[in-house]
């Protein structure tokens, strides 16, 4: 369940992370009222099994059964951020009624980490670096935007507009670019083997140990570059689900 909203007196409009579909817009009919056969089965982040029927515009909830109900993550309120944020992401990265199977299982993996409180910091990162290799805009690394020399091991200035960062010989070259946001050296090495990773596909599991200094930059780093490509990202959904 990655969210819902009233819909009406008694209704939810809740919506569905799932593996086969994708993202489905539901509604949980009478799910407000006391005593609905609803009410704890669409709480969010809840994982669950479904039976939806085909309505003429929006489909409805049939039945609703919990499979796990993140208590541990529920009843501390870091833990219930950090899946919020998640959740959140997915809804506005990922596009209405496409299977994504891997960020699916991102998603799952992100939250079962976070229930059983094993490396959040690090599962965080990796989810939403997932999140931005699936949604396309996987950012440059390695080399310089511009002239695609190798970048040098130091601290470098990323633009979130450009997806990348200018080398030092081509520092002038977007002046007039502002979402910059420094990355550590150990920060963009860290960066650069993930963008190895992904490049290779092959399966991987993260299991890298990362200071609290890179942590804290790497978090740094994802604030800046998500906030800036999720606004461009939604105008791009918003306007694929209307033409779908
Ligand atoms: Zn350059």
């Known amino acids: 369940i990655l969210n819902h909203r009233d819909f009406g007196e008694t209704d939810l409009l809740v919506t569905l992370f799932t593996k086969s579909f994708g993202k489905v817009p539901v509604v949980a009919r009478r799910a407000k009222m006391p005593n609905s056969k609803f009410s704890s089965g669409v709480q969010l982040l809840n994982k669950v099994k479904v039976s939806i029927g085909r309505g003429r515009n929006l489909d409805h909830l049939n039945e609703c059964e919990i499979i796990d109900s993140f208590q541990i993550i529920k009843s501390n309120l870091t833990l219930l951020s950090k899946g919020l944020f998640s959740s959140e992401l997915v809804v506005n990265f990922i596009q209405d009624r496409t299977p994504n199977i891997q960020i699916f299982n991102a998603l799952e993996q992100n939250l079962n980490n976070l229930e059983t409180q094993k490396n959040i910091d690090q599962s965080m990162i990796w989810f939403q670096l997932q999140l931005i290799n699936v949604s396309g805009v996987f950012p440059e690394f390695m080399v310089c935007i511009n002239c695609n020399e190798n ?55 993260f299991d890298k140990y990362l200071d609290d200094n890179t942590l804290n930059d790497l978090n740094k780093f ?16 918003k306007f694929l689900d209307l033409v779908n």
């Open 151 to 205: 970048l040098k091991r130091k601290d470098h200035v990323f633009y979130s507009e450009i997806g990348g960062i200018n080398c030092d010989n081509c520092i002038n070259v977007n002046a007039d670019l502002y979402h910059g946001v420094t990355i550590l050296e150990d920060s963009l090495g860290f960066l650069r083997h993930i963008q190895r990773v992904i490049r290779s596909s092959k399966p991987y599991f």
């Open 222 to 237: 994802l604030r800046i570059y998500l906030t800036y490509t999720a606004e461009r990202q939604m105008k791009s959904i």
